[in-house]
């Protein structure tokens, strides 16, 4: 019988099967494997032993937190009280790409913004290089997105997650602390990780992750998932052009004609410099 892990406490795995939750344990061959259960993961269980026994193939997963098969990556962006952070947002969009993941940028505190001109230009950018951005009074748009996915939250202290989450569902009051570092690093942290419903998907009920390093990402894996560059790669003299220090670089081209946004491209420049 095939169900979905929506908590785990301690050994205890709380897993989802046509809306009845069993609570099973998992079969020792995994920590002989070295495999932890995940919030997250689709898995197969003997219902009347009350026991996982397989753990189907990920798509993705996060070690702090600890999730995996996450769709999309709520990205909260606030423009004022704190200032909007392209270095913040664009290192939080390079590391959900390459983890497989989905980013959705939800900007918040628009309303606060007397000249709302320059993030306009931003969110225009974003939108015509691929990414879903929404203000976040676009309430029953973001509702939407739920639809038979799984969602996580992160983005900047005192952003707004908790309000977002309240106005999505008040009855929730889900916790939105924040943990120290990304994908493995940082203060241990016994707070147990939930998926809940919503919209006919699933949101996680995790910190998220705030503080975030390039962890087991080459220079050329920073450089992959700025994904508007890969539009012009091919037209630089060298394959494996870094669009750096190298001579007829058509991305360097691209920033001095306005066309890749010079912020992403000073980004770039730091998040390299940083991976070394």
Do not use: W
């Not at 790409?97 to 000249?115: M, Q």
């Not at 890969?230 to 670089?249: A, S």
């Amino acid at each position: 019988m095939n169900g979905i892990i929506v908590k785990v406490i301690s050994n205890d795995y709380t897993v989802m099967v046509n809306n009845e939750y069993i609570i099973c344990k998992a079969r020792g061959k995994f920590r002989n494997i070295n495999i932890t259960p995940l919030v997250g993961d689709y898995v197969v269980i003997d219902k009347e032993k009350k026991i996982i026994e397989k753990i189907l193939d990920r798509k993705n997963s996060l070690i702090r937190p600890p999730v995996s098969n996450i769709d999309l990556a709520f990205i909260i962006t606030s423009v004022k009280h704190p200032d909007f952070s392209s270095n913040l947002l664009d290192k939080m969009i390079n590391i959900i790409e390459f983890n497989n993941i989905t980013p959705v940028i939800i900007i918040t505190k628009y309303d606060l913004l007397s000249n709302t001109s320059e993030i306009d230009n931003i969110i225009n950018y974003y939108k015509n290089i691929g990414y879903k951005v929404f203000i976040n009074n676009e309430i029953d748009k973001i509702k939407k997105l739920f639809n038979n996915k799984l969602v996580i939250l992160t983005g900047q202290t005192g952003s707004g997650k908790s309000s977002l989450i309240n106005r999505l569902n008040s009855n929730l009051n889900l916790r939105t602390g924040e943990i120290s570092k990304a994908l493995g690093r940082g203060k241990h942290t016994t707070r147990h990780v939930e998926l809940y419903e919503m919209y006919n998907g699933l949101i996680a009920d995790t910190p998220g992750f705030s503080s975030l390093e390039f962890i087991n990402m080459t220079k050329e894996d920073i450089r992959d998932n700025f994904i508007e560059f890969n539009n012009y790669k091919d037209k630089c003299k060298y394959r494996d052009c870094m669009h750096i220090n190298e001579d007829d670089c058509e991305i360097k081209r691209k920033v001095n004609d306005n066309v890749i946004l010079k912020s992403r491209y000073e980004n770039y420049i730091k998040f390299v410099n940083e991976s070394k």
